[in-house]
């Protein structure tokens, strides 16, 4: 089995930061891609950015220049480091992975649980 671990949400006032940590366990034999989506209030899941395993990044356009995704390979997390917070940024945060688990060599996509960020105005 495999798990993503997510910490690091939280409430902080406009203007501020949070980092948010994912950290993948189990039987893993290699990760692909992994991300960060988010789901405000009312609305749809959403990608907010996304590396591979060479650190190559994609943002989507109404976090690039504030937020930076990063990983450690050799820990398996991945991280999120969101600076000048606005309050349309408050919602669930969710970590993403793609992996080829070690015990039957299967590609499946994983889930973390889950983080609340709310940013206060």
């Known amino acids: 089995q495999v798990q993503l671990v997510e910490s690091g949400g939280g409430l902080v006032q406009a203007g501020g930061s949070l980092r948010l940590s994912c950290a993948a366990s189990?039987?893993?034999?290699?990760?692909?891609?992994m991300g960060w989506y988010r789901r405000a209030p009312g609305k749809e899941r959403e990608l907010v950015a996304s590396?591979?395993?060479?650190?190559?990044?994609n943002y989507v356009d109404f976090v690039k220049g504030r937020f930076t995704i990063s990983r450690d390979n050799t820990r398996n997390t991945v991280y999120l480091q969101m600076n000048s917070l606005r309050p349309e940024d408050t919602a669930v945060y969710y970590c993403?992975?793609?992996?080829?688990?070690?015990?039957?060599?299967?590609?499946?996509?994983?889930w973390g649980q889950g983080s609340q960020v709310t940013v206060s105005s």
């Open positions: 993403n992975a793609d992996v080829v688990d070690s015990l039957r060599f299967r590609r499946r996509n994983y």
């Open positions: 189990g039987s893993i034999f290699s990760i692909g891609v």
């Open positions: 590396i591979n395993r060479d650190g190559i990044a």
